[in-house]
């Protein structure tokens, strides 16, 4: 999964790179944090900005600031009038044709953003502030009262309502005149609050229990039910049905909350925020975009026209078009001189996630959960699994000389014709050794386990160990992760140091008999464990190496003398899954941002760009439970914003960095795993922070 903007800094030492990646956007979604409606419009707060729709099908990319497009996490909506929260704080009088920059609340932490005819609303988990001046000053309001914490927070009205520790806050019109309604239980966390009149839903996920009142709080109802555990909880109304998204569940109810039936029993995505427009339903997600029904909730199908797509975990060619595997949602392809994706590959609702997709000999194949092989017969449009019960767990496809071959404990090869597997003897060693990856050129197969290296005539049979340690003595302890024969030289990616997963690169110019480090220039990985190294191409005599690695993107060499420099310009984004190629240009599948594109001439005309020494940042202590103090010793934090995620990629602050050495509060967090991310037009760099009170 996954998930963000990340990557080295790029110093330019000789001429500019002309060329850069452009967007070619992509099937299927994009990754929505925050969902609003009005009357008018519906706006989704994605990874790659705000969008704005007037029927929920086609959507157009909002410009809080002319010439940038960051990720928006927060939408306060009353009217026409609109506050949204990106790296800063924007107003809009008129539905979001037109915005300016207001100032920003000094809370650490912005959780949401609600707006009365009174003031504007921001909160954090401890405070609020309030602006009745829109946006030109904030005020801090007296709550929270007696400590309390503040988990959400709703209008209705003209009324603000608070959820917190056993009871719902409301202020009518003043922000700092607050009243309690007790929810019959001191102990139950208000994390959903809806409020309509008189009726009142309370959800509290951490003691699985769903309250109800008929009377503005004065009787309630509860039940307790282990479905009302979950992260992503949202209730809402569409005309007199009333609908809970329960993370990867819908259900709704006709009769005011007494009883709630399964709107579909096959919604796998996460919803994050749902809401009303007309007649139809909208769900924000995290890997399909926005979903609509407009059968209440009986269906529910893509509405993502102009919204970039989700994650592409491989791309590859078939039939002189592009075809992305979006990881959980579906196949498509992009043919040259075409506008939009196209779906005859969607047909694949019985994935629940893409492991790989390779074209061999002009077929076109896929795997799944790590255990199940589809081949696409292009003439009924359908997708047929292949793999059978002897199948325990699939790992990459492989095109060995035009033959798919698959490793399921040892080597598989598919015959069409035949229409059957068969043990793929060429590349089995024995029963005592798994050959785990194998590469090949036009004289040798090599193939490796995770600790040793064997390679084979192309004719013949006997498989031969290359050892490793001899030539290079100082990795005795290490594990192989990839192998890549690459025109006449030889690459292999290794860890060798299991705590602290470092990475080395190996190469040999001799077919495996002696080896060298490869690593000029190669960036310094973070979080290598997380992820790693990928896959190595070779292209027009240079050799490109990417992985699913935040921090890594796409690099590049030539193959007559390796010196690494990055190759990253344009991309939103340095976590590339995979990439493929034409006569022309180099494609790659991102995470959360879709297929992108760049010129096979820009290899030749990029610059030598050396990519930085992430140690001029310090981040201490870590883990911390009451700060994070962030230290820069070479670069100049002019023009860098810095971002505080959780482990799902959720963004808990974005800022501006205000100064070499600064502080950021986690004292509001709980405990868990966290990313701070420092980026700016040349720079992308991550660390994990880990918060423990």
């Not at 969902?35 to 729709?53: H, I, M, P, Q, T």
């Not at 025109?487 to 140091?497: E, G, P, R, S, T």
């Not at 934090?637 to 505080?644: C, E, H, K, P, R």
Request: aromatic residues 16%; contains cysteine.
């Amino acid at each position: 999964m996954k998930y963000y903007l990340i990557a080295g800094l790029m110093l330019v030492l000789s001429m500019k790179s002309i060329g850069q990646w452009e967007s070619l956007n992509g099937p299927d979604g994009g990754l929505i944090r925050t969902l609003k409606s009005n009357d008018k419009y519906l706006f989704a707060g994605s990874s790659a900005g705000l969008f704005r729709s007037s029927d929920g099908k086609a959507w157009d990319l909002v410009q809080l600031k002319q010439g940038t497009q960051d990720a928006c996490k927060a939408i306060g909506i009353n009217d026409n009038i609109l506050v949204a929260f990106s790296l800063d704080f924007y107003l809009s009088q008129n539905n979001g044709d037109t915005w300016q920059p207001i100032s920003k609340p000094p809370a650490q932490i912005i959780l949401d953003i609600v707006i009365t005819d009174y003031a504007i609303y921001a909160c954090s988990f401890t405070d609020l502030w309030y602006s009745t001046d829109y946006g030109e000053s904030w005020q801090l309001s007296s709550f929270p009262i007696d400590s309390a914490n503040i988990f959400c927070i709703t209008s209705d009205h003209g009324r603000v309502f608070i959820g917190s520790t056993g009871k719902v806050y409301v202020s009518s019109s003043d922000a700092d005149d607050w009243q309690y309604i007790n929810i019959g239980n001191t102990e139950a966390q208000v994390h959903n609050l809806f409020i309509e009149d008189s009726l009142i839903f309370v959800i509290d996920p951490y003691s699985s229990q769903f309250m109800r009142s008929i009377d503005f709080g004065q009787h309630w109802l509860v039940d307790e039910d282990p479905r009302w555990k979950s992260d992503y909880i949202q209730i809402i109304r569409l005309q007199d049905i009333y609908f809970i998204s329960l993370e990867k569940r819908i259900i709704k109810s006709i009769n005011r909350g007494v009883s709630w039936t399964d709107c579909e029993s096959k919604f796998y995505e996460v919803a994050t925020q749902m809401v009303p427009l007309d007649t139809s339903l909208f769900i924000g997600t995290f890997y399909k975009g926005v979903m609509r029904s407009e059968d209440y909730g009986t269906s529910f199908y893509p509405s993502t026209e102009g919204i970039p797509c989700a994650s592409v975990g491989n791309i590859t060619f078939h039939e002189d078009a592009i075809i992305a595997a979006s990881d959980y949602n579906g196949i498509f392809d992009f043919k040259p001189g075409n506008q939009l994706w196209g779906q005859q590959y969607n047909d694949t609702s019985f994935f629940s996630y893409f492991d790989d997709l390779l074209e061999v000999n002009g077929s076109l194949y896929a795997s799944s959960e790590s255990k199940y092989v589809y081949h696409f017969d292009d003439t009924s449009q359908n997708w047929d699994l292949i793999s059978d019960s002897t199948f325990s767990t699939v790992g990459k496809l492989n095109n060995y000389f035009d033959t798919l071959v698959v490793y399921s404990d040892g080597f598989k090869a598919w015959k069409p014709n035949l229409q059957k597997w068969m043990e793929f003897d060429a590349l089995n060693f024995d029963d005592t050794i798994k050959l785990q990856n194998f590469t090949y050129n036009t004289n040798f197969v090599f193939g490796c386990d995770s600790h040793q290296l064997f390679r084979k005539s192309i004719v013949g049979n006997d498989w031969i160990r290359v050892l490793l340690s001899d030539t290079i003595p100082l990795l005795s302890n290490y594990r192989i992760q990839g192998i890549y024969a690459i025109a006449n030289k030889l690459f292999i990616q290794m860890v060798i140091n299991f705590d602290s997963q470092e990475y080395r690169i190996l190469m040999s110019e001799d077919q495996g008999l002696t080896w060298n480090f490869a690593e000029d220039g190669f960036p310094e990985l973070q979080f290598p464990w997380w992820s790693g190294l990928g896959s190595m191409v070779e292209i027009n005599s240079y050799v490109l190496s990417t992985g699913r690695n935040y921090s890594l993107g796409v690099v590049v060499s030539s193959l007559d003398k390796i010196h690494w420099y990055s190759f990253n310009d344009g991309l939103p984004s340095l976590s590339v899954n995979d990439l493929a190629y034409d006569d022309e240009y180099i494609y790659a599948g991102l995470t959360f941002y879709g297929v992108w594109r760049r010129k096979i001439s820009d290899l030749e005309i990029s610059s030598t760009e050396t990519i930085p020494d992430h140690k001029s940042y310090q981040f201490f202590p870590n883990p911390t439970s009451t700060y994070l103090e962030v230290t820069n010793t070479l670069m100049n934090a002019d023009n860098l914003d810095y971002l505080l995620t959780d482990v799902t990629g959720r963004i808990i602050k974005i800022d501006k960095i205000p100064d070499t050495n600064f502080k950021i509060d986690v004292s509001e967090l709980p405990n868990g795993i966290y990313f701070i991310m420092i980026y700016g037009a040349n720079e992308r760099i991550v660390q994990k922070i880990i918060v423990h009170h």
